[in-house]
């Protein structure tokens, strides 16, 4: 499988290096790349439900990144920040954190949401 942007392991768990991404949410990641402009660095992409992030939920295993429909991309300055969450919106990705450093992106299933992790 290929993507005009990304590498398959870009998305691997950090943790164990383990990848079950959904690979339609990565050529969605392309889509939204090819719209920015600007090269998009994943920083957390795949989470096997033994990463520390994960071990410590509620419900280790559950979450986006679990799931394979969620990556973390990081990003340089509020132009960057503004742009992503802009175009990820208008290309229906319905789950959004918003952190100083990264944009959180997924595609869950359930009622839309926005978040931040000030």
Not at 14 to 25: G, I, Q, Y
Not at 63 to 76: E, F, L, P, R, Y
């Amino acid at each position: 499988m290929s993507f005009k942007f990304f590498r398959l392991e870009e998305f691997n768990c950090t943790h164990t290096n383990l990848n079950s991404m959904d690979l339609a949410f990565i050529h969605r990641l392309d889509e939204l790349r090819e719209r920015v402009g600007f090269p998009m660095i994943v920083t957390s992409g795949y989470r096997d439900a033994t990463h520390p992030a994960e071990a410590r939920k509620a419900e280790p295993g559950t979450g986006t990144h679990c799931q394979g429909i969620a990556a973390d991309i990081k990003v340089s300055n509020s132009f960057e920040r503004m742009n992503l969450v802009h175009e990820a919106l208008k290309l229906g990705f319905n789950g959004i954190g918003i952190a100083k450093t990264f944009i959180h992106i997924d595609d869950r299933q359930t009622t839309p949401v926005m978040w931040t992790y000030y």
